[in-house]
């Protein structure tokens, strides 16, 4: 038989089996979604992963090397926040919207946004490097003279040790 989208293997599960099955697909997606963020921190750039962007797409990721399998129940991806028997469900779909949005917002090393953002925080690092180096200035001089008070003759006083 042929068909376009995989068969939904908690369907065929015994009813005890179901919610700790589903539990697991859905960590598992959650799981690869952040996967596929290290990635592309690590790689400073995106891939070409496939990852949901949908709670429908998340039902309907079917990779079974991976552990991720589809599910046709709506309510997996829409659990009720006051039910303590769905408390797991809407923690994994809590971190799914958060790893989401990381993914969505992700911006390379060559994007405009991210290159304007690290030019402004290297001036500002510009900016706190010259303060420190006028106070080591300073500094430097106050003992040059102190130097010259306490030992007119002394070598640190000679040219080589100049450093302005």
Do not use: C
Request: glycine share 0%; hydrophobic share 35%; aromatic share 10%.
């Amino acid at each position: 038989m042929l068909n376009d989208q995989p068969i939904a293997l908690a369907k065929h599960l015994p009813r005890d089996e179901k919610r700790p099955f589903l539990e697991k697909t859905l960590a598992s997606k959650v799981s690869r979604m952040k996967e596929i963020l290290a990635l592309w921190k690590r790689l400073r750039r995106k891939t070409d992963d496939y990852w949901p962007t949908t709670r429908l797409e998340l039902r309907l990721w079917d990779d079974p090397p991976r552990g991720i399998y589809k599910f046709s129940d709506p309510a997996i991806t829409s659990p009720k926040k006051d039910d303590p028997l769905q408390k797991n469900l809407v923690e994994l779909m809590e971190e799914f919207d958060r790893t989401r949005y990381q993914l969505q917002n992700f911006r390379t090393a060559d994007d405009p946004e991210t290159m304007k953002y690290a030019n402004k925080e290297m001036k500002n690092l510009n900016v706190e490097l010259m303060s420190q180096i006028s106070r080591l200035q300073i500094l430097a001089t106050e003992f040059r003279l102190e130097i010259k008070r306490v030992s007119p003759d002394s070598k640190y006083l000679r040219k080589e040790w100049d450093i302005f």
